[in-house]
């Protein structure tokens, strides 16, 4: 079934599923367009302009606590008027990961890429065989690029499969800048709390050249390659990365090389008294680096990025391409001339057992994911029967 000009709401009839599995293309989230994906387990909100993933929540939370990070919140809490753009909760950063060179902005390229600043078309909204299916696109003029995006959520899991497509219009090859900007926001991330965990990975710190930015300041070492989660200071001490700090004013990123071995690495963030848990699940091959961002502010919202991308920082895209590599993997990622290439990955939400309390490896086989907490012994199973093409 194809979207046409009235409110589509789509229901799986004839099963239990009836009255949760919907898909709904004309009900706005805070003012903005939007598509919802409700399965019995999960509700995902995806905004119409930039793709945006601006709300997940569980079905069964009577708190309906959302995880993703609520930028406009922020701009509020800041005496800002609410950004126009869809860089909220995770967008998408394409083509470029950080600011443009002087040049480039003064051509018209902003900050982050196009894709999160322009209105996607909604191609399909509807059921396939039980699986609620999005497909989106949006052109992205300056860069002459084309992303189309396809997201699959079964209708009795908490999982969404989703896989990109990026066209080159251009009849060259070119290096290509590309991240997913996960990122979670407060109350979901409580300060000494919440807990983010990382498959294994070789890190190190933002190289800073001044002691603060936006009034923040930088508690990490500069440029100081450590073992996650025990990073380096600026006052010559250790900390632990996990947990956002007890107090702080400070503004940090890390940078985490996955592991190039790997068939898929994984981020997950765990709120232990809510008992809730998000995570992603990538493959290295197509986004070789993950960039924390840690924003502590001490009178207002707390944000934290999980951004797998292709390159270690987000920077602009002259001083990556000319550094090239970090621990001798690339920072960038080809697009051949008329050619297209793809990424994909899995994002889950779930209630977590008593007593569970991090996550140290997660399993991808025969259609469930297990996800294993050392610390105490327990494993979660969420069922994971769809697929992902390479």
Request: aromatic share 8%; glycine share 8%.
């Amino acid at each position: 079934m194809r979207l046409s000009g009235a409110a589509l709401l789509l229901a799986l009839a004839g099963t239990a599923a009836s009255a949760t599995a919907q898909i709904d293309a004309d009900r706005p989230y805070r003012g903005r367009d939007a598509v919802t994906l409700a399965s019995s387990e999960i509700e995902l909100v995806v905004l119409k302009h930039g793709g945006a993933f601006a709300s997940l929540t569980l079905a069964s939370d009577s708190e309906r606590l959302n995880p993703m990070w609520d930028s406009l919140r922020a701009d509020r809490e800041q005496g800002r008027q609410e950004r126009s753009t869809g860089a909220v909760g995770h967008f998408v950063c394409v083509d470029g990961f950080g600011q443009p060179s002087e040049q480039e902005r003064a051509a018209g390229m902003e900050g982050h890429g196009e894709a999160h600043r322009l209105e996607w078309k909604t191609e399909f909204a509807g059921m396939e065989g039980g699986v609620m299916v999005l497909r989106q696109s949006v052109s992205l003029p300056r860069v002459r690029e084309a992303l189309r995006r396809e997201l699959r959520l079964p209708s009795h899991e908490s999982v969404v499969y989703v896989r990109s497509d990026l066209e080159s219009l251009l009849s060259f090859d070119r290096p290509v800048n590309w991240a997913e900007h996960a990122t979670i926001g407060s109350p979901f991330l409580e300060r000494g709390v919440t807990v983010v965990d990382i498959s294994p990975n070789r890190a190190i710190t933002r190289p800073r050249e001044g002691a603060t930015r936006a009034g923040l300041a930088h508690r990490l070492a500069s440029n100081a390659e450590f073992a996650w989660p025990m990073a380096p200071t600026r006052a010559g001490g250790l900390v632990d990365l996990r947990a956002a700090p007890l107090e702080s004013h400070s503004l940090d990123h890390t940078a985490h090389r996955m592991d190039p071995d790997a068939e898929w690495a994984f981020v997950t963030a765990l709120h232990p008294v809510k008992r809730l848990l998000l995570g992603y699940l990538f493959r290295p091959s197509e986004f070789a680096w993950l960039q924390t961002w840690e924003s502590y502010p001490q009178d207002r919202m707390l944000a934290r990025g999980l951004e797998f991308a292709t390159q270690a920082f987000d920077l602009p895209r002259r001083q990556v391409v000319s550094q090239g590599r970090i621990f001798g993997t690339s920072l960038y990622r080809w697009l051949p001339a008329r050619t297209t290439i793809s990424a994909g990955y899995l994002m889950f939400l779930t209630r977590t057992p008593e007593g569970f309390l991090g996550v140290d490896g997660i399993d991808w086989v025969d259609g469930v994911l297990r996800i294993r907490d050392g610390r105490s012994g327990q494993v979660i199973e969420l069922q994971a029967g769809g697929e992902l093409a390479e």
